[in-house]
């Protein structure tokens, strides 16, 4: 591939919700401008963007595809992202090395959920973007009801800037509202479109659109609005120039017709990409750290080399490939780069344009590109690479945290040595995925952003490094407590041959507050008890805490003081005073009533308004408290603090309730008590898993 200047780049990121066709809208983009020789297919499995062996499995995108075309002598840098909510945070990371955006819609759903999250996205990233209304030659597709919807979404200043020609099975070209011109497609064409009059049928729609054109580019400019004042119109260059000034300021958003199935449009899309979306250079500031400072720069070639690593993967046979954007200067073959932060130094070898999995060569990158390096030894995603005298560093990837988590198990002893290695290399090329062992359950658990992505990085481990592994509902860490009080006494007396064992102990129990975990006070007084003896029953009430009382889990949140007791000077040890402190810690739990505590969850839920009653109606079936709704365009949020153990499946609930048009994120907020007929479940249940058997007192 030719080298470019700053210039003549276009970085765009395609975004939109999932099955709205930005994977065929990228196929038909790369065949229009002769990145690929033939048109490719989702549902075939062959196209440029999905190449991982589960995005093409699952007919869906998971990660962020990129591919680079060449266009009317500019490179254009396209970035296939996700659109289902659980990879949503690899669409976000992509969208920071864009410059502009196209969201596609689907034009038989409309504007749904998933696109208007990416639309906030690329607004809360200042991206000038367009719209694209795809799959225009599908059944039931209507440019006219989904214009309705966008304008409902999106406002008034998405204004469309073609017209289908034909609909649904008979969509065969674009009216141009621009130059007022008919542009059909035929099936045996190479993607470009052959100029007609416009037919007799559409003159008045197409009249009717060039005017509210017109009117919306000349209400961007005053000059503009006396030129259309005194003229009534606006001639067709300056339409164009107004046109494109105002797209770059984000202040207007133009709509165009595609059919990326068939490759229809795909050229006038590639040049509104040409003519109106911004070059690198044409962006504002970005913010960097330097030395402690945060200062602002521009591409520039003139600047020390820097570039941020956005997105990582994982090859079978190359390794390690991570892909960057440059910042400043050029980066060349062989370049030696020091990691921002981290002070070691990376050697660049063969740096290329991605094309999808294929690296295509190149001999430098100039600053605005986008460039992949295969074989990074410590480098990963949300590192700057800078030259060793100008060590700055971009802003560091914000992910989300995890709303969903399972259980992992090896299933054999092979997997488990190889399972943890393997994990963490998917963990390098997923930021949101994470593994950890919980400290009381003491299973290791995969957590991610939906059930479907924690499969998909199962199927991975398989598939990839050979480790089988099975996943289920992680346990809840449930607590135990107290809510009474209670003095108790414990004594501990045995006589065997030679120095026997005695220790007597009187302890107060009380509750703490949630959160209070557990406190320790001696209370003695006139040598009750010697104090070389005390630390010894703290740790006796904190051992057997941390078995349970009801069910086995840990005590919290309660208070015990020693107050009184007895010693004998010669058969009195630490371990007696261990031993009538447990007995202790047993009898006082059986007084002061036991209570079972449960994990309670934050909940968030972003749905359309339509299933907001059914939501509600499910969350009080699961114990839910409804804490706040707002609503957004046509999406209804849900706020709610429900127990953890009841949204343990609520993922693949949630998808049948909403059609998969909803999305959720949880975290934990704090622990409450569970009501009585579910505490007797838990506490059956955790005697059921030790066989029935009740514990055993040491005496």
Same mark, same amino acid.
């Given at each position: 591939?030719?080298?470019?200047?700053?210039?003549?780049?276009?970085?765009?990121?395609?975004?939109?919700?999932?099955?709205?066709?930005?994977?065929?809208?990228? !196929?038909?983009?790369?065949?229009?401008?002769?990145?690929?020789?033939?048109?490719?297919?989702?549902?075939?499995?062959?196209?440029?963007?999905?190449?991982?062996?589960?995005?093409?499995?699952?007919?869906?995108?998971?990660?962020?595809?990129?591919?680079?075309?060449?266009?009317?002598? /500019?490179?254009?840098?396209?970035?296939?992202?996700?659109?289902?909510?659980?990879?949503?945070?690899?669409?976000?990371?992509?969208?920071?090395?864009?410059?502009?955006?196209?969201?596609?819609?689907?034009?038989?759903?409309?504007?749904?959920?998933? #696109?208007?999250?990416?639309?906030?996205?690329?607004?809360?990233?200042?991206?000038?973007?367009?719209?694209?209304?795809?799959?225009?030659?599908?059944?039931?597709?209507?440019?006219?009801?989904?214009?309705?919807?966008?304008?409902?979404?999106?406002?008034?200043?998405?204004?469309?800037?073609?017209?289908?020609?034909?609909?649904?099975?008979?969509?065969?070209?674009?009216?141009?509202?621009?130059?007022?011109?008919?542009?059909?497609?035929?099936?045996?064409?190479?993607?470009?479109?052959?100029?007609?009059?416009?037919?007799?049928?559409?003159?008045?729609?197409?009249?009717?659109?060039?005017?509210?054109?017109?009117?919306?580019?000349?209400?961007?400019?005053?000059?503009?609005?006396?030129?259309?004042?005194?003229?009534? #119109?606006?001639?067709?260059?300056?339409?164009?120039?107004? %046109?494109?000034?105002?797209?770059?300021?984000?202040?207007?958003?133009?709509?165009?017709?595609?059919?990326?199935?068939?490759?229809?449009?795909?050229?006038?899309?590639?040049?509104?990409?040409?003519?109106?979306?911004?070059?690198?250079?044409?962006?504002?500031?970005?913010?960097?750290?330097?030395?402690?400072?945060?200062?602002?720069?521009?591409?520039?070639?003139?600047?020390?080399?820097?570039?941020?690593?956005?997105?990582?993967?994982?090859? @079978?046979?190359?390794?390690?490939?991570?892909?960057?954007?440059?910042?400043?200067?050029?980066?060349?073959?062989?370049?030696?780069?020091?990691?921002?932060?981290?002070?070691?130094?990376?050697?660049?070898?063969?740096?290329?344009?991605?094309?999808?999995?294929?690296?295509?060569?190149?001999?430098?990158?100039?600053?605005?590109?986008?460039?992949?390096?295969?074989?990074?030894?410590?480098?990963?995603?949300?590192?700057?690479? #800078?030259?060793?005298?100008?060590?700055?560093?971009?802003?560091?990837?914000?992910?989300?945290?995890?709303?969903?988590?399972? !259980?992992?198990?090896?299933?054999?002893?092979?997997?488990?040595?190889?399972?943890?290695?393997?994990?963490?290399?998917?963990?390098?090329?997923?930021?949101? %995925?994470?593994?950890?062992?919980?400290?009381?359950?003491?299973?290791?658990?995969?957590?991610?952003?939906?059930?479907?992505?924690?499969?998909?990085?199962?199927?991975?481990?398989?598939?990839?490094?050979?480790?089988?592994?099975?996943?289920?509902?992680?346990?809840?860490?449930?607590?135990?407590?107290?809510?009474?009080?209670?003095?108790?006494?414990?004594?501990?007396?045995?006589?065997?041959?030679?120095?026997?064992?005695?220790?007597? /102990?009187?302890?107060?129990?009380?509750?703490? @507050?949630?959160?209070?975990?557990?406190?320790?006070?001696?209370?003695?007084?006139?040598?009750?008890?010697?104090?070389?003896?005390?630390?010894?029953?703290?740790?006796?009430?904190?051992?057997?805490?941390?078995?349970?009382?009801?069910?086995?889990?840990?005590?919290?949140?309660?208070?015990?003081?020693?107050?009184?007791?007895?010693?004998?000077?010669?058969?009195?040890?630490?371990?007696?005073?261990?031993?009538?402190?447990?007995?202790?810690?047993?009898?006082?739990?059986?007084?002061?009533?036991?209570?079972? %505590?449960?994990?309670?969850?934050?909940?968030?839920?972003?749905?359309?308004?339509?299933?907001?009653?059914?939501?509600?109606?499910?969350?009080?079936?699961?114990?839910?408290?409804?804490?706040?709704?707002?609503?957004?365009?046509? #999406?209804?949020? %849900?706020?709610?603090?429900?127990?953890?153990?009841?949204?343990?499946?609520?993922?693949?609930?949630?998808?049948?309730?909403?059609?998969?048009?909803?999305?959720?994120?949880?975290?934990?907020?704090?622990?409450?008590?569970?009501?009585?007929?579910?505490?007797?479940?838990?506490?059956?249940?955790?005697?059921?898993?030790?066989?029935?058997?009740?514990?055993?007192?040491?005496?």
């Amino acid at each position: 591939m030719k080298i470019y200047e700053t210039k003549d780049i276009r970085n765009v990121g395609i975004v939109g919700h999932g099955h709205c066709g930005k994977t065929s809208v990228v !196929a038909g983009l790369l065949y229009a401008a002769g990145a690929t020789t033939r048109l490719t297919r989702v549902d075939e499995g062959n196209t440029v963007t999905d190449f991982d062996e589960e995005e093409i499995a699952r007919k869906l995108t998971i990660s962020t595809g990129i591919a680079a075309a060449e266009w009317q002598k /500019c490179k254009i840098n396209l970035l296939d992202t996700p659109g289902f909510n659980m990879f949503v945070h690899d669409a976000r990371t992509a969208l920071i090395a864009a410059d502009s955006a196209i969201v596609v819609v689907d034009a038989v759903c409309g504007v749904e959920p998933g #696109t208007e999250r990416m639309w906030q996205t690329a607004a809360e990233y200042n991206l000038p973007r367009c719209i694209v209304v795809n799959k225009l030659d599908r059944d039931r597709a209507s440019f006219g009801r989904t214009m309705e919807s966008i304008r409902a979404r999106f406002g008034p200043d998405a204004v469309p800037i073609q017209l289908p020609l034909g609909k649904e099975k008979d969509f065969r070209g674009v009216i141009d509202l621009i130059r007022m011109k008919a542009f059909v497609y035929t099936s045996d064409g190479d993607g470009k479109g052959k100029e007609i009059e416009i037919p007799a049928e559409y003159a008045d729609a197409a009249r009717e659109g060039h005017e509210r054109l017109v009117e919306a580019v000349a209400a961007g400019k005053d000059e503009l609005m006396e030129e259309f004042f005194a003229d009534g #119109t606006l001639p067709e260059e300056h339409v164009i120039s107004g %046109l494109d000034e105002e797209m770059r300021e984000v202040r207007i958003f133009p709509v165009l017709c595609l059919s990326g199935l068939h490759d229809i449009g795909s050229d006038w899309l590639l040049n509104l990409i040409v003519e109106a979306f911004p070059s690198p250079s044409d962006r504002p500031p970005y913010k960097i750290a330097l030395a402690g400072n945060e200062l602002e720069r521009t591409y520039s070639d003139t600047l020390p080399a820097a570039a941020f690593v956005f997105k990582t993967t994982a090859d @079978p046979f190359a390794g390690r490939i991570s892909f960057f954007k440059v910042l400043s200067g050029i980066i060349r073959n062989d370049a030696h780069m020091f990691i921002s932060g981290k002070g070691s130094e990376e050697r660049l070898a063969h740096i290329g344009a991605p094309l999808g999995k294929t690296l295509l060569p190149v001999t430098e990158l100039h600053a605005g590109d986008i460039g992949a390096v295969a074989k990074l030894k410590d480098t990963l995603t949300g590192d700057t690479l #800078t030259e060793k005298s100008s060590p700055v560093a971009f802003p560091s990837i914000h992910v989300p945290e995890p709303s969903i988590a399972f !259980a992992v198990e090896a299933k054999s002893r092979g997997d488990e040595d190889k399972m943890g290695n393997a994990l963490h290399k998917l963990l390098e090329e997923d930021l949101a %995925l994470r593994f950890f062992r919980d400290p009381q359950t003491k299973e290791f658990l995969v957590a991610g952003s939906g059930q479907q992505h924690v499969e998909i990085a199962v199927s991975r481990l398989k598939k990839r490094y050979g480790v089988d592994v099975t996943l289920k509902a992680p346990k809840v860490p449930y607590r135990e407590t107290i809510r009474g009080i209670a003095d108790v006494q414990g004594r501990h007396k045995k006589q065997t041959g030679g120095h026997g064992q005695f220790g007597d /102990c009187w302890i107060r129990m009380e509750p703490l @507050p949630r959160g209070g975990n557990f406190e320790f006070s001696n209370g003695t007084f006139g040598g009750s008890i010697p104090r070389n003896f005390i630390p010894a029953i703290e740790k006796g009430i904190i051992e057997t805490a941390e078995r349970g009382f009801l069910a086995g889990f840990p005590m919290v949140d309660f208070k015990v003081t020693v107050y009184d007791g007895s010693y004998h000077d010669v058969d009195s040890s630490e371990l007696a005073f261990k031993m009538a402190a447990r007995k202790a810690f047993r009898a006082g739990m059986a007084t002061a009533k036991p209570s079972i %505590l449960e994990p309670v969850m934050n909940v968030e839920i972003h749905a359309p308004v339509e299933f907001a009653g059914d939501l509600m109606g499910d969350l009080n079936t699961r114990r839910g408290r409804i804490s706040g709704m707002d609503t957004e365009g046509a #999406t209804q949020i %849900l706020r709610a603090q429900v127990p953890m153990s009841e949204m343990l499946a609520y993922q693949s609930d949630l998808t049948s309730m909403t059609q998969g048009r909803a999305s959720f994120s949880m975290e934990f907020d704090h622990y409450d008590f569970v009501p009585g007929p579910q505490a007797e479940k838990i506490i059956a249940a955790a005697k059921a898993a030790r066989g029935g058997e009740e514990e055993s007192e040491d005496d």
